[in-house]
């Protein structure tokens, strides 16, 4: 569930940047980049409070792109090739793209990474800041975060669409035409992954060798539900990570994360060497190549991430200053209520009745609350019954994406928070965000409703070598927490062994 400012800067800042990065690769024209004024005409939508996407504009996209299509994007990025996509291929932007495409392929790992620190950097000046700032100091660093952030949220979809996802197919089309290994085992030990630099840290301060505010002060705008702007971050409150460090205080040295590490790049390397092997020697100069490039670019997206994500931060941190102030000069009635204005109304005009306007909002916020969506519908969704929905199945169906083969107890997380979350559990989730690789590592498994090859668990679970199915849908309506269920990232394949005492 998202509140009214959440959606209202991450509808145009979503729309608007993936629509540029299309353009900054020749697929989309001028006018395709822009983001329509009419909110009918956009890709990005809300549904009873949940930001949803319409794949016809992206498929569209991909079908004009050579060496890949709109079907292998949707299935990389969203896990799922819709039943009634019918590809449309076109030459027709080839010309374009094939000048654009190289310079913005060289281009942008040199421009993210430059962001990357320098975003760091003035998260870290401007949230120490926040503090002491009155209320017109605290919307222009909103209103300053907010261009950030859209900025940043651009250059992330320009490394997905233009840099990561095109390697991926070469890397995805190499393996099966040498018949070696599989592309989960070589998409994943390349390490600089900001998620598991996370795990490593808290593996440090688990060992004392860093204090836990340190962690604090390099990961601090990690936290449960992260997306969303009214949540409160590891930097407001750093009571999970206590109880994350105490856990990984018993674990074996065995499990250190970057023995992990080593282990992962050593059996990606031995890969390389045996599709290197497997090729004629007049076509491994070019593999060698693109195996190098792909090592130096995957991990891009991690970082791209983390620097949106920072300015975000900013964005909450800002915004729960100018809520501090209104509520304590009686405009509103408590500090995060602020979260249910738009941006204009935060940074512009208040409205009239802000009051009575947030309390609708409220209310609204309330009963979307109380409705479950499907992962994915045609025309208008139709809320799912909870008590309709079938459980008797002994398995569900999904897309491996980080191998292994693992038995253990399912434990169902709803909600972003990690209390219940015990080691050594399956946890099976609708969705997840980069906080989560920090409980994934004291897990077994994970498995996911949505997601594709190149989603953020995906990614994620295989620098953690954690196996992962994305993509099952159903799997937290399927599952109950207790369960015991075999999990193989590979196939796919997630088996319920036996049900939970207190299972319908």
Known sequence: MLTTLTWDLWEVAAEGATRAAFHALGAATRGEARVPLDREERFSRAFYGRGAVQLDFLCSMGDRIPGTSGAAIAEQVFGRVPETLVGLRTRRRYPIIAARMPYTFFRIPSVLRSTAADTHQWWRCQIASVPDLDHTAAVRLFSEATARFRRNVAL???????????????????????????????????????????????????????????????????????????????????????????????????????????????????????????????????????????????????????????????????????????????????????????????????????????????????????????????????????????????????????????????????????????????????ATDPSWSSIMFISAALVVDIGGALSHAAIVARELAVPCVVNTITGTRSIRTGDRCRVDGTTGIVTVLERAASSS
């Open 156 to 430: 992330q979809a320009t490394t997905l669409f233009c840099v990561v996802q095109p390697i991926y197919n070469v890397l995805e089309k190499l393996t099966a035409g040498v018949g070696v290994g599989d592309m989960t085992s070589l998409a994943s030990g390349y390490g600089s992954v900001p998620e598991t630099a996370v795990v490593a840290d808290l593996w440090r301060a688990s060992r004392g060798e860093m204090d836990i505010s340190e962690v604090v002060d390099r990961n601090g705008f990690h936290g449960p539900h992260e997306g969303e702007l009214s949540s409160r971050v590891w930097r407001e409150d750093a009571t999970a990570l206590h109880r994350l460090v105490a856990e990984y205080a018993v674990m074996d040295e065995e499990r250190n994360p970057l023995a992990r590490e080593a282990a992962l790049r050593d059996r990606r390397l031995e890969l390389e060497r045996d599709i290197l092997a497997a090729l004629p020697p007049v076509r491994r100069p070019l593999a060698r190549r693109v195996l190098h490039t792909a090592s130096t670019v995957i991990p891009l997206r991690g970082m791209a991430k983390e620097s949106f994500l920072q300015a975000s931060d900013t964005i909450r941190a800002a915004t729960r200053r100018v809520g501090d102030l209104l509520a304590s000069d009686g405009t509103i009635a408590t500090s995060d209520d602020v979260f249910f204005l738009t941006e204009s109304e935060i940074a512009d005009r208040r409205p009239d009745d802000i009051r009575g306007l947030i309390e609708r909002r409220r209310e609204r916020y309330a009963y979307y609350r109380s409705i479950e969506l499907p992962t994915h519908w045609q025309g208008d969704p139709v809320p799912i019954v909870a008590a309709a929905e079938s459980r008797a199945a002994d398995s569900v169906n999904g897309v491996g994406v980080s191998p292994g083969v693992v038995e253990g107890f399912a434990r169902v997380v709803t909600d972003p928070d990690f209390d219940y979350v015990e080691p050594g559990e399956i946890l099976v989730a609708a």
